[in-house]
């Protein structure tokens, strides 16, 4: 008879922790943990106060497994009184016989230990809390236990300095798995779930433990510096007394320079005594922000040495090639001659490049008074670019009124004029723009400017001749920045007048051109316009996938773009009608900009849709509520798009009327051509309802990895798709590829299929491109079990078994994990509904893709017995111990034994 599956009671001594008072549920952490059962071992190894003990407690409480649950101490680094405590732990907990007495050889404990868990009538959890206490005769113990372990069992650890434990043969042979500080930290996500709209500092960087304490409202008895305190009360007098000194630099090492002063083996003792650091590699890491602040704090009670320590930083930085790092030690230094020197350096790459919320971060941090005319030019636009109008304006008009104002001064007077709704005085600055003759952005910025005041003006043919022309200036300058800025100007203009197609190809091309420059934020707009074409088409789920990526970067870099990313998120699900979860999301835009400068605007307009969508779902007085707040904006703003929401929302105006509010266009010029891909068994390409023959298997290749990478780099594809070889034969190859693959695609005279743009190959925007191993993901990700249900029906084998390459092999690997998590997710919910047949169907399609998949071993037995079928159950775990004896060669767990 096959031993119970039920969890042993635990002695108190030996179980794992109670849950805190203010625990923070990890979902995201916990479903990685899952992930990792058939891992022999799993180490979580993080500074202090990354919630690890936390983590595993979580998850052994929720696995239902018998656990044993050890907190090592200093004792513990004698490897005997390791082996005999666990030993002694793993023995009365399970109430197996009692073991000989221990011998001298760890190695021999650890496999004695190992051998006795074969007798364990149910799966068990062996948790080592601060297993940093281990020393290396103890470390060759845990190595001893890990190899010798049956299948089914599994050691977690949580540690300080996973290096000890020497992992690296056991991660590379897949029998251990790392999760680091990385993956510990809370994302934004979490975070701005777990504070519930507490404000909390940037600087703590999802640390867990900084996030508790936020979450629990101590604040302002304590706060999350405290915490940081309390770390480097751990370190040992002499090193503590010293440390201060590290706070000027966020990279630590044994062999830094500027750290020499250290005692031997300082940083192995500030592994060791839990500070939070995040490894670099190469034996660096960097301190958290809260710990180089915690330490700064103490260094500047002297300050004539802190001052001294940033200007030798500051030298070394600038004569390493690192302006900017110089910059921010001159300032802590105290030495604003020599921060502005060096901003004048860095701030016209920047502001070239568009990063307006590091230009403005940088001088708004120098004295006004060493601020250069160039900087103030430079100041006044950074504020309007991040939004803050009303702080840049001055700046600019300042400038104007003393005869220094340049193109790029009069640009921002008209972003602002224009945002006012005075679009005649913004018409007025691109001649005045003109008249620069000594800029020689002139030409270009005037072009920009006119066809911005034409476009608002609605005279749409006038403002199109200008954008065009702006883009042949950028072109003869080469500069493509500006030529993505201008072909972004074009898109939008032909929303207005209904040319959808060549908007969807002037947005795409001005985010495929910042991407490439490896500007992704500058993208955010025309990303953002692209969703709104794709609801427009009814392509929601491409445009759900575009607006999750981009909120996700806006959250990441707290982007300008943010409220309008959140606001279209919320238009979404209003085309959908599904009101309450637009009114969400409208709601998560204005919180948005309730930080953000350019908020009258985005208060009216965004209020305007949540009234509507609060009507909608019925709430009256929710509505009634978002329209007198919007009503009250709208006494700062005179921008007329959001004016017209406003009048909607009041019941003024017709859907029509409404400039700027989504609604559906008919009529597009250039209709879509529907383009499949089935990539999950032999692969087969439809175009509209047409199959495509492909003439070889590399047109095939190329096909689906431009589908799945979107545009490549001609050299990227030769090194992926011809692993990396540099034979002239294989470009000219890949040329007569693509010739054969467009032809394949209709060889259309109204479109090229692959176009070839700069030496980047993209499928045609005239496209609508859907694939099956994407499909597949987004179910997972969805986890809708209609959407799981059509996903694994169009699973028909592997990833294109007919091809080999490092690429595909990833994405079948990727692929067969989404189809069995898809099939066991799937089954987990319908046996959740109480639709044990169904969830029946979807274990045996999990069983069919993995045969030794503990979960879907598990799901089907156990949905068998409850549907009244012990035979079904039966045979499930006769074939699971066959399929696992092959495949490992030793028993399955216990509870799935035959």
């Known amino acids: ?26 979902p995201r952490l916990l479903t990685r943990l899952d992930a990792l059962g058939n891992a022999r071992i799993v180490v979580l190894t993080a500074g ?25 101490t200093e004792d513990d680094a004698d490897a005997s009184v390791v082996a005999r405590r666990v030993r002694e732990a793993v023995h009365a907990a399970l109430s197996l016989p009692r073991s000989a007495a221990a011998s001298a050889a760890p190695e021999a404990e650890g496999r004695a230990l190992a051998l006795a868990l074969r007798a364990a009538p149910c799966r068990v959890r062996l948790v080592l809390d601060e297993a940093h206490h281990l020393s290396n005769s103890g470390t060759a113990w845990l190595h001893a236990l890990v190899h010798a372990l049956p299948a089914g069992h599994q050691v977690l650890v949580a540690t300080y300095d996973a290096a000890a434990l020497r992992l690296a043969r056991l991660v590379a042979d897949g029998r251990a798995a790392l999760l680091g500080p990385d993956d510990l930290a809370f994302d934004a996500q979490e975070a701005r779930a777990a504070l519930q709209g507490r404000a909390a500092p940037t600087t703590l960087e999802g640390w867990p433990v900084g996030v508790a304490l936020v979450a629990s409202g101590a604040s302002p008895l304590l706060d999350p510096d405290d915490l940081a305190r309390d770390a480097l009360a751990r370190l040992p007098d002499a090193l503590r007394g010293a440390l201060a000194e590290a706070s000027v630099t966020d990279r630590w090492a044994e062999d830094a320079p500027s750290l020499a002063h250290l005692p031997a083996g300082w940083l192995v003792d500030a592994r060791r005594a839990g500070l939070p650091l995040v490894p670099l590699g190469g034996g660096a890491f960097r301190p958290h922000a809260l710990l180089r602040s915690a330490l700064d704090e103490e260094l500047r009670r002297h300050p004539l040495w802190r001052a001294e320590l940033h200007s030798r930083a500051s030298r070394a930085a600038e004569a390493d090639g690192r302006p900017l790092e110089a910059f921010r030690h001159a300032l802590a230094a105290n030495r604003p001659e020599d921060a502005q020197r060096l901003a004048a350096r860095l701030v016209p790459d920047l502001a070239e490049r568009l990063e307006h919320a590091l230009v403005r971060r940088l001088l708004e941090a120098l004295p006004t008074d060493v601020l250069s005319d160039e900087l103030r030019r430079h100041l006044g636009a950074a504020r309007c670019a991040t939004g803050d109008f009303q ?16 193109a790029r001064t009069l640009y921002w007077l008209h972003v602002a004029a224009g945002r006012a709704g005075h679009y005649a005085t913004s018409l007025r600055l691109a001649d005045e723009i003109e008249g620069l003759t000594h800029d020689p952005r002139a030409s270009l910025t005037a072009a920009r400017v006119r066809s911005a005041a034409l476009h608002l003006l609605g005279r749409y043919d006038e403002a199109r001749a200008a954008a065009e022309l702006a883009l042949r200036f950028a072109r003869d300058d080469h500069d493509l920045p500006q030529q993505a800025l201008a072909a972004y100007a074009l898109a939008l203009i032909d929303v207005q007048r209904g040319e959808l197609g060549e908007a969807w190809r002037g947005f795409t091309e001005s985010s495929v051109q910042f991407r490439a420059l490896g500007r992704p934020l500058a993208a955010l707009p025309a990303e953002h316009m692209l969703a709104v074409l ?8 491409a445009a759900r996938g575009r607006l999750d990526t981009a909120i996700a970067q806006a959250e990441a870099a707290d982007d300008m773009h943010l409220p309008s990313l959140l606001g279209a998120r919320g238009s979404w699900h209003a085309a959908r009608s599904e009101w309450a979860e637009a009114a969400a999301w409208y709601g998560r835009a204005l919180d948005a900009n309730a930080h953000n400068p350019r908020s009258a605007f985005h208060r009216v307009s965004l209020g305007a849709k949540l009234t509507e969508a609060q009507r909608r779902a019925g709430n009256a007085e929710a509505a009634r509520a978002a329209l007198d707040a919007a009503l009250l904006a709208a006494r700062d703003c005179n921008a007329p798009e959001a004016l017209a929401d406003l009048a909607f929302a009041q019941g003024a105006a017709t859907p029509d009327a409404r400039p700027g509010w989504p609604r559906e266009v008919t009529g597009v010029a250039t209709p879509l051509v529907p383009l499949r891909l089935f990539t999950l068994g032999r692969l087969h390409v439809t175009l509209g309802e047409r199959a495509v023959k492909l003439p070889f298997a590399k047109c095939g290749e190329v096909l689906v990895w431009l589908a799945l990478h979107g545009p490549t780099a001609r050299q990227r594809l030769l090194h992926e798709l011809w692993h990396g070889s540099g034979d002239r034969r294989h470009a000219e190859y890949l040329r007569v590829v693509v010739r054969r693959l467009r032809a394949a695609l209709g060889g259309r005279s109204d479109f090229d299929p692959v176009p070839n743009e700069g030496g980047i190959y993209r499928l045609s925007e005239r496209f609508t491109v859907t694939v099956d191993v994407l499909t597949l993901r987004a179910a997972v990700t969805n986890g809708d079990p209609s959407a799981l249900r059509a996903a694994l029906d169009e699973v028909r084998g592997v990833f294109l078994p007919e091809m080999d390459g490092e690429w595909v092999d990833t994405w079948r690997a990727r692929a067969h994990e989404d189809a069995l998590l898809s099939a066991v997710t799937l089954g987990a919910s319908r046996e959740r509904a109480g639709k044990l047949d169904d969830a029946l ?52 767990p216990a509870d799935l034994k035959a």
Not at 48 to 72: I, N
């Open 391 to 406: 702080g840049g304006v001055p700046i600019l008009e300042a400038l104007r009124a003393e005869g220094r104002a340049d």
């Open 841 to 892: 169907e979807a274990y045996r399609r999990a069983r069919d893709l993995d045969a030794v998949s503990e979960a879907a071993a598990r799901g089907l037995t156990r949905t068998a017995n409850a549907a009244g079928h012990p035979d079904v159950a039966r045979r499930a775990r006769e074939e699971f111990t066959v399929a696992w004896r092959d495949t490992f060669g030793d028993d399955p």
């Open 48 to 72: 202090s106060g990354y919630g690890k003990t936390t983590a595993l407690a979580q998850h052994v409480r929720r696995c239902g497994d018998t656990t044993v649950w050890l907190t090592l």
């Open 1 to 26: 008879m096959a031993p119970s599956s039920d969890p042993l009671p635990i002695q108190n001594d030996f179980a794992p922790p109670t849950p805190l008072p203010h625990e923070i549920e990890r």
């Open 534 to 541: 794709d609801v427009t088409r009814g392509d929601l789920d």
